[in-house]
Nanobody, 121 residues
Framework: QVQLVESGGGLVQPGGSLRLSCTAS????????MGWYRQAPGKQRELVAT???????DYADSGKGRFTISGDNAKNTVWLQMNSLKPEDTAVYYC???????????????WGQGTQVTVSS
């Protein structure tokens, strides 16, 4: 069954750093794009960063200059390095992948369960 598993969230002081990771299950045969989204209480879910299978990256303005996304196709894994964190970065961060299932051969958007990031002094 297709699964995305996130890790790396936690509590950090303003100005600190965190590195999130997301790994897709082996039941995914191919991935078109993976990325990170976040949702704060009372807010809509928003794009943080994405990376395509070919390595093209895209960042939301909120994280430009502070966040870096990277991936490893062979491991079906994507990371988000977050530096200079601000209280406004506090949110649940969700991994997303548009991928093809090796079992059903369907291409769909898949979501992880999310990992909490809290930036507070």
């Amino acid at each position: 069954q297709v699964q995305l598993v996130e890790s790396g969230g936690g509590l950090v002081q303003p100005g600190g750093s965190l590195r999130l990771s997301c790994t897709a299950s082996r039941s995914i045969s191919s991935i078109n794009v993976m990325g990170w989204y976040r949702q704060a209480p009372g807010k809509q879910r928003e794009l943080v960063a994405t990376i395509t299978n070919g390595g093209s990256k895209d960042y939301a303005d909120s994280g430009k200059g502070r966040f870096t996304i990277s991936g490893d196709n062979a491991k079906n894994t994507v990371w988000l390095q977050m530096n200079s964190l601000k209280p406004e970065d506090t949110a649940v961060y969700y991994c997303n992948a548009r991928a093809t299932s090796a079992i059903t051969l369907m291409t769909q958007n898949y979501w992880g369960q999310g990992t909490q990031v809290t930036v507070s002094s």
